[in-house]
């Protein structure tokens, strides 16, 4: 398989953890650490084999996953930039003179913003599932925990 190929179904599963990472970071303008994160994500850390290596995914599996994030990244970006939107916007009426009840709207907005986003990051997650095997998904899911601990503790 192409090095291009590996690499666009390795970030379907970095995806979901990406976008939370930007999302839990204020500076959401800070690309650096973004690659950084997601060259960390890249590698297992005990073999240096990639996700998609891990999980030994055959053609037809990887050919329905690029599909999966092919149908939901465009929602995906559109939420997520929507979001970063809503975020600023926010920042930008705290430190004005807007009272505290155009303060909560906006922070309403920005909460049920997260909250689709989520939901759109879930779904993804669900067709993934539906193409991995049991065994498969039992490893991705060991994966992703030993991935969310690394970013806790850089």
Request: no cysteine.
């Amino acid at each position: 398989m192409s090095q291009a190929f590996i690499s666009t179904v390795l970030g379907l599963f970095i995806i979901p953890l990406t976008i939370s990472s930007v999302i839990a970071t204020p500076n959401y303008n800070n690309d650096g650490q973004k690659i950084t994160q997601t060259t960390k994500l890249q590698k297992s850390q005990s073999t240096g084999e990639s996700v998609f290596q891990q999980l030994n995914l055959t053609q037809e599996q990887a050919d329905k996953i690029v599909e999966i994030r092919q149908q939901h990244q465009q929602k995906i970006i559109q939420s997520l930039e929507k979001l970063r939107g809503a975020q600023e916007e926010l920042n930008q009426m705290i430190i004005a003179t807007n009272t505290d009840n155009q303060l909560r709207q906006k922070h309403g907005e920005v909460l049920q913003l997260r909250r689709e986003l989520a939901e759109l990051q879930f779904n993804t997650i669900l067709k993934i599932r539906e193409v991995l095997t049991p065994e498969q998904l039992q490893q991705w899911s060991k994966l992703m925990q030993q991935r969310r601990e690394s970013l806790k503790n850089p």
